[in-house]
């Protein structure tokens, strides 16, 4: 198992499908009334990382027997949620934590193709950009997830124990320095 940014693999494209599949095969939403809601959906939440931040987006890339690697899982990353005027335009409710963003500049979605989960792949991103975060200096990375969600109880194993609750929003940072 090895990470690799996006700037750093040969076959972009092919990572690129890869994030696709396991978005959708991630996401609660699965019903679309056409393929260009579908597609304005992806690029909702992950059209802007991979237009303006490829070196934040990280793949966890495994063999898979034939010598071959293919992607098992990937984390889209911002080191600068606050400079990211864009994404607030784009992601719902986004601006709901910005009073947050200056201890935690940094925030991240990751997402493990199904059959690969529970094996630490995602800790392994989660903390993968974290350290990468740490080098650069910033004092913090966040996430925002729901309150009832069942990912909660990972990321606070996982050193996010700042917490915060506004509505059915939970947001969640780790201390880096």
């Excluded at 650069?136 to 050193?159: C, E, I, K, M, S």
């Amino acid at each position: 198992m090895r990470l690799a940014r996006l700037t750093a693999l040969p076959d972009r494209a092919g990572a690129l499908a890869a994030l696709e599949a396991i978005f959708f095969a991630s996401t609660t939403r699965t019903e679309f009334a056409s393929e260009a809601e579908r597609r304005a959906f992806l690029a909702t939440w992950t059209g802007w990382y991979v237009g303006h931040a490829p070196a934040d987006l990280w793949f966890a890339l495994a063999e898979d027997g034939s010598g071959s690697e293919t992607v098992v899982g990937y984390l889209t990353g911002c080191k600068d949620s606050a400079g990211a005027e864009a994404l607030a335009r784009v992601i719902p409710k986004y601006e709901v934590f910005a009073d947050r963003f200056a201890a935690y500049p940094a925030h991240f979605h990751v997402n493990v193709r199904p059959g690969w989960r529970d094996h630490g792949i995602g800790r392994r991103l989660v903390d993968g950009f974290a350290e990468d975060c740490r080098a650069d200096g910033l004092p913090g990375v966040h996430l925002v997830t729901g309150v009832f969600a069942r990912n909660v109880t990972f990321y606070q194993r996982a050193g996010f124990t700042d917490a915060l609750q506004r509505g059915a929003l939970l947001f969640l940072g780790r201390r880096l320095c």
